[in-house]
């Protein structure tokens, strides 16, 4: 089997003194496949995925991210960023740029490139994502799942290995999430690594080849979408689909 | 499917533990905040060199081989080496108090403790009614029986030999308490639909906003008398009084149309549809939320006030600030511990500003745990 | 068919909303109008009866009082229009001085706030509230009575290389002004040139080829160098006039009075406090959503501060800090209280010695005014144009 392309081994993380947020993670995602990340709030999802691009650090146990060990190490934390995209949840565009310059931003000033390349790779990226007649606009001027859009957009222009998703739609108003969905299941659909916080269990049930579920800071259920939903084996994961399949 | 991920078969729950390296409690955050990289851990060294040889000398000079009793050839002995804070308790009376006569001086304490104990009384969440403004009435007329006299038995005492911490906290409270209705309706007249009075209202704001308080006190003083019919003196006192309450109205009103601009536009829509009039609206709707919302601005802009007070001292009115000088300039004897003197002052009005500014934060947080959803 | 326009509606009962509009503008008037006219009457019969003239015509008179200090040369017998000058090139020369000096102080201090070192940030707390719950007259009055009790007396003097301190104030070193700083002063403009002339170059470069080059330190080493080559060429005079210590006085140099050495001090320091807490919330405000992006980009820590933080905490920065600049323009007038001869002084004399307290007054709110005006009128374009553009 190929060296998967994330992997968490025996991985514990605290806040502060005695919140034990992440409990002796073991997790290998292999590449180009679609995790979705399932569970109650509080139980280390968010902390977990952003454990990969650093943004968390962890105190105990190995990540290691496309072959590279995640450490105080500098150097590699911003080899390893190179290569994540992320999605949050508040979106967090720039506001006092517009979205063209949201997006070159990276390319320019990180990757390097001459302002002609980087302008062509945005634009392909806001093609890639159906948005490009905004280009010049800025973010406040646009609508929740247009600055989502450019967001996704915005990461990938990095043309990163692995896409991670911080709960992309909940900050949406409903009729905006579809059109988020639709442009994450055109990109899982191109071979990307995706891991993907989301109560979108629709989403999951499309996309996803493996739905893992956490709780209480440890992963509890990791199993494919269909048995994950029809055949839940653990009491916990049975209860937290009933609450939100339920209604 | 990776057999490196947990098979629900044999899925055991973790206790949780404590983590194995502390990061809070006292060693942790002197590890992370005063050693946490080399360039912390220098200017940790330096500034904590500099403060261990500061400050031992400070607290020799100021307490240790200081002064206490009101002996000037002690404090003469001790020049340089140690503070003299004998010339406060020599002269203790008539920075706080004054000119006002030696023998009557409990009654502008008792004043002073009176108006202390309003404003903080006004702060906490019981008085919060309606018949606080009639406390006030009351208050203030005792204030002006206790300080004036002529009544009950009191001797006479005219406001010139007013003086000191009473004066200035008179001047500010007073003030506040006069220029609130004339800001309401100035910030109401700056929202208003009708041009004339939109344009009194803003020419009036932009005007004092946009001049120093020095020149309305100059207004005040000089120009005031002129103003009056011919044969009608006013008090300084009034003048100065009148003159600080315009001021603080200025700034007021504009703390208060920042609280109107935050009431959603949805309010008075609503209230129009229930019928309410204008007056009604206003009343009953808009400033009550205008106004809970800039309650921590309204703090600030007294804090300003009391501050500011002290320049009526450049009018020849003898608040805390002027009343230093009346205590000590014309005494040779005590004039070199002046310095003493103004730390003494900065002390009482420092304790005064960072109370208020303490109460103003606390009222903030929990104007926001409120509004927390 | 052609739209028409609206019928017009004119009705002179009290139950239309637009004549009681009228009727309530017109009573409002008309009682600011009475009372306009009273106090007005009431002036002009005061102003008879004590038999004080009225009317600017005394600005033309000699003023028949010297200032203590001024940028200009000024006597008693030149006129009070000239006066007012002085007095006002005086609260500039403090107020700009001090506006540059609490903006360093003040940030340095509010930017310390969020220092890594919980020493500094703690010293930094110390200082802001100490200085903000004080009142300024207070500080300045302190300030003023250290320099003129506890600094030396001119004969004695502290000297610090070929500074003088003493109850005269402080002398410094002043260039003197020849041909030599002349071409001192064309090696600055060349360098100047040069300097953007290499940004613009950078920039360029940056857009074409993606690699960027130093924008600050190799044209900041231009301007230097543009400057020493100018006094090379000029001769390379190192005159100075240095000051001398006299029989009574400090002769020679460049000095400044206590009075402005305790008024810059004061509102500096006194400011600056202020200036500290707008910094820090102006940094506070940027959500921290902003930096976390920033990282996931893979942005280093200081291309975050300059692309991100700090143009998004600049425009929340801005508006406060022009009205604390022109809080230190206003405190500036309370120089009356040490003696430095600001506007305020000379009104204040003026007043004294001609009786026109109108006139002098009007004088003063009117120089203020402007100030405060062209202060806000700029600071509205600025915002106008920087402002976030949204929905």
Redesign the interface.
């Known amino acids: 089997?190929t060296e998967?392309i994330i992997?968490f081994d025996k991985v514990n993380k605290?806040y502060?003194?005695?919140f034990?947020v992440l409990?002796?993670i073991?997790?290998?995602v292999?590449r180009g496949e679609k995790i979705v990340i399932c569970g109650p709030s509080g139980s280390g999802k968010s902390t977990l995925i952003r454990c990969i691009?650093r943004?968390e650090e962890h105190?105990?146990g190995r990540l290691v991210v496309d072959g590279v060990e995640l450490t105080d190490d500098v150097k590699a934390v911003?080899e390893v960023?190179?290569k994540?995209?992320?999605v949050?949840q508040?979106f967090?565009?720039?506001?006092?740029l517009t979205v063209l310059d949201n997006l070159t931003?990276?390319p320019?000033?990180?990757?390097?490139?001459?302002?002609?390349?980087?302008v062509d790779k945005a634009m392909q990226q806001l093609e890639r994502v159906r948005i490009a007649d905004q280009a010049n606009k800025?973010p406040?001027?646009l609508s929740g799942g247009q600055q989502q859009r450019v967001a996704i957009a915005?990461?990938l222009c990095?043309t990163p290995k692995i896409m991670l998703f911080d709960e992309p739609t909940s900050a949406l108003d409903p009729e905006m999430i579809k059109e988020v969905l639709d442009v994450m299941i055109e990109l899982a659909s191109q071979g990307i690594t995706m891991l993907c916080v989301t109560h979108e269990m629709g989403f999951a049930k499309a996309v996803a080849d493996?739905v893992i579920f956490m709780d209480?800071?440890?992963?509890?259920?990791?199993?494919?979408p269909h048995e994950f939903f029809n055949n839940p084996?653990?009491e916990r994961s049975r209860d937290f689909l009933s609450k939100i399949l339920g209604h | 499917m990776d057999a490196a991920s947990p098979s629900s078969a044999d899925w055991r729950p973790v206790a949780p533990r404590p983590a194995p390296r502390r990061t809070e409690g006292a060693w942790p955050w002197m590890r992370a905040n005063l050693f946490g990289s080399w360039q912390t851990t220098l200017a940790t060294l330096v500034l904590g060199g500099l403060l261990l040889w500061l400050v031992p000398r400070l607290a020799d000079w100021a307490l240790l081989r200081a002064v206490w009793a009101p002996d000037l050839a002690a404090c003469k002995a001790m020049e340089g080496v140690g503070a003299c804070w004998g010339v406060i308790a020599e002269k203790y009376r008539v920075i706080i108090f004054g000119r006002y006569p030696f023998e009557e001086q409990w009654r502008p304490l008792a004043a002073t403790v009176l108006m202390v104990a309003m404003l903080v009384a006004s702060c906490t969440r019981p008085f919060w009614k309606r018949w606080l403004v009639v406390l006030w009435a009351v208050a203030l007329a005792a204030f002006f029986a206790l300080m004036y006299g002529n009544t009950l038995g009191l001797s006479k005492v005219e406001t010139d030999r007013w003086g000191g911490l009473p004066l200035t906290i008179l001047l500010s409270s007073l003030s506040i308490v006069l220029a609130f209705p004339i800001a309401l309706l100035v910030a109401l007249g700056r929202r208003s639909n009708l041009p004339a009075i939109r344009a009194f209202c803003t020419i009036y704001v932009e005007l004092i906003r946009g001049v120093p308080l020095i020149s309305v006190l100059f207004m005040a003083s000089f120009m005031f008398p002129l103003f009056m019919p011919p044969g009608l003196t006013i008090d300084v006192l009034i003048r100065v009084l009148v003159g600080i309450t315009l001021f603080a109205a200025a700034y007021l009103a504009e703390v208060i149309r920042g609280g109107l601009q935050a009431v959603p536009k949805g309010q008075v829509e609503a209230a129009a549809t229930l019928g309410l009039s204008y007056w009604q609206t206003q009343r009953k709707i808009v400033l009550p939320q205008a106004l809970a919302m800039v309650v921590p601005s309204i703090v600030n802009s007294f804090i300003s006030i009391f501050k500011d007070t002290s320049l009526v001292s450049i009018v020849s009115l003898y608040d805390l600030t002027g009343a230093l000088d009346l205590a000590v300039n014309a005494d040779a004897n005590w004039k070199p511990f002046k310095l003493q003197g103004y730390f003494f002052i900065a002390l009482i009005y420092f304790l005064f500003c960072f109370a208020m500014s303490r109460y103003s934060r606390w009222v903030e947080r929990q104007l926001n745990a409120g509004r927390r959803r | 068919m052609t739209p028409k326009s609206p019928p017009r509606k004119s009705s002179w009962s009290w139950r239309s909303r637009a004549f009681r509009g009228l009727v309530y503008q017109v009573v409002a008037l008309a009682l600011i109008g009475l009372a306009a006219w009273f106090l007005w009457s009431n002036t002009l019969t005061n102003m008879r009866v004590r038999g004080i003239q009225s009317g600017f015509d005394f600005l033309s008179q000699p003023a028949g009082f010297s200032i203590g200090e001024s940028l200009y040369p000024f006597d008693s017998g030149e006129s009070y229009l000239r006066a007012f000058g002085v007095g006002l090139t005086n609260t500039l020369r403090v107020a700009v001085a001090g506006i540059v000096l609490a903006t360093i102080l003040g940030t340095l201090i509010g930017i310390g706030r969020f220092s890594r070192n919980g020493l500094v940030r703690a010293l930094c707390s110390a200082y802001v509230e100490c200085f903000r719950n004080i009142p300024v007259l207070l500080q300045l009055l302190v300030w003023y009575l250290v320099l003129t009790e506890v600094f030396p007396t001119i004969q004695n003097a502290w000297k610090l290389g070929p500074f003088f301190l003493s109850k005269g104030g402080l002398n410094f070193p002043a260039p003197v002004w020849g041909p030599g700083e002349l071409w001192l002063g064309a090696g600055l403009a060349a360098g100047a040139a040069l300097a953007w002339g290499w940004r613009h170059r950078a920039r360029r470069q940056f857009d074409l080829t993606g690699r960027a080059r130093s924008m600050f330190w190799v044209p900041l080493a231009l301007l230097l160098a543009g400057a020493f080559g100018g006094w090379l060429a000029g001769g390379a005079s190192t005159v100075l006039d240095y000051p001398v210590k006299g029989e009574f006085a400090v002769e020679n140099g460049g000095a400044l009075t206590p009075e402005f050495l305790a008024l810059l001090l004061g509102l500096t320091m006194y400011t600056a406090g202020f200036i500290a807490e707008v910094v820090r919330s102006g940094i506070a405000s940027v959500p921290a959503g902003q930096a976390e992006a920033a990282s996931a980009l893979g942005l280093d820590r200081q291309l975050e501060i300059r692309l991100i933080l700090l143009p998004q905490a600049l425009r929340v920065i801005i508006p406060p800090l022009t009205n604390q600049y022109l809080n230190l323009t206003k405190n500036s007038s309370l120089a009356v209280a040490i003696g430095y001869p600001d506007i305020v002084s000379i009104a204040n004399t003026a007043m004294n010695q001609t009786g026109r307290a109108v006139e002098c007054i009007a004088i003063l709110m009117s120089v203020y005014l402007t100030l405060s005006l062209l202060t806000s009128g700029g600071m509205n374009w600025y915002n106008a144009r920087v402002a976030i553009k949204e929905r």
């Open positions: 089997m998967p992997r605290w502060g003194n005695s034990h409990r002796d073991d997790l290998a292999g691009n943004l105190q105990e911003d960023r190179k994540v995209g992320m949050f508040q967090n565009l720039f506001p006092h931003l990276s320019m000033w990180v990757g390097n490139l001459p302002r002609k390349e980087a800025f406040l001027q915005r990461a990095l493996r209480e800071g440890q992963i509890v259920e990791s199993n494919e084996r653990s």
